[in-house]
């Protein structure tokens, strides 16, 4: 089968296109001939980075996460999955699984679900890592009905999904965005959009919370900005984030007795850790897409899979909108 591969960590130039034997399905596992597949910032991080990653995948390595396709092969002990059936899922690209950005995947049978009926291949594949992230951290953060949540970087991959599970719980939605483009976006799939770049975060806590704070902080920006987050949310309120790996005071985290969930959601790719319970968040994110209150929103360049080093680029430019794709 037609590969990417990468034979050292670096630029995006080290992506080279290779013939390597299609991998046999096993048991518990699906073949699967991938359609699509999209770029998450861990892709971009393991490429440049690898070396210093202990998730990074031994080299030669073919990268990605995401993908959707058609299964080709059943293994042994997979009762769900038949030939012929349209799947998405985040399955490999990393330690010791073989990823996305080839023409096949052997998938395990835990990490992938029915793809949504009513949206294309290309629209599924940005969604299983993105995804998982979101509804993964707002469940933990016991989001409820009539709270209010906040989202850091509602335009962005995370973000973007994160507000629209936080509206299909009933929260009402805040989030931030910089810049006119990504505050419409963030106006376009149902919260109230919040300028960062203009507006400090004591003026929209009072603006928008009367001083209370956020019940929920979702933030998929992190880092520092995680101390925005501890200024933003309510008393006993609850954060969640996706980027913590960062030196921090949590003075005021202490005094407002907050909880902070940090959401890692290749645990169980990484350890063979509840892998089952991916499968079951993706069939859920797949019941919310086919009643139309999610949808993944797509930058407007696609590119193929020997374009995979501009798909890199464009989604480290941050000129971007929306989730960077790759169609096989």
Known sequence: ??????????????FEATEVAKPDVKP?????????????TVDTMLRQMGADLPIAPPLPAILGMDFAGTVEAVGEGVSEYQVGDEVYGCAGGLADLPGTLAEYIVADANLIAPKPKNISMTEAAAIPLCGITAYEGLKRAGVQAGQSVLVHGGSGGV????????NYFGAKVFSTGGGQPQLNLIEKLGAT???????????YVAKHTDNAGFDVVFDSVGGENMLNSFKAAALNGQVATTVSMVELDLTEAHFKGLSLHVVFMLIPM???YKRAEH???????????EAEKLIPVLDENHYSLEQVALAHDRLASGKGLGKVVIEI
């Open 1 to 14: 089968m037609k590969a990417m591969i990468i034979n050292a960590y670096g630029s995006s130039d080290v």
């Open 28 to 40: 518990g596992h699906v073949l699967v001939k991938i359609a699509a597949t999209s770029v998450n």
């Open 159 to 166: 973000g973007h999904i994160a507000l629209q599970l936080a």
């Open 193 to 203: 959009s919040i300028n960062y770049k203009t507006e400090a975060v004591e003026d």
């Open 270 to 272: 990484l350890h063979n």
């Open 279 to 289: 499968s079951l968040i993706l069939k859920e994110l797949t019941k919310i897409i």
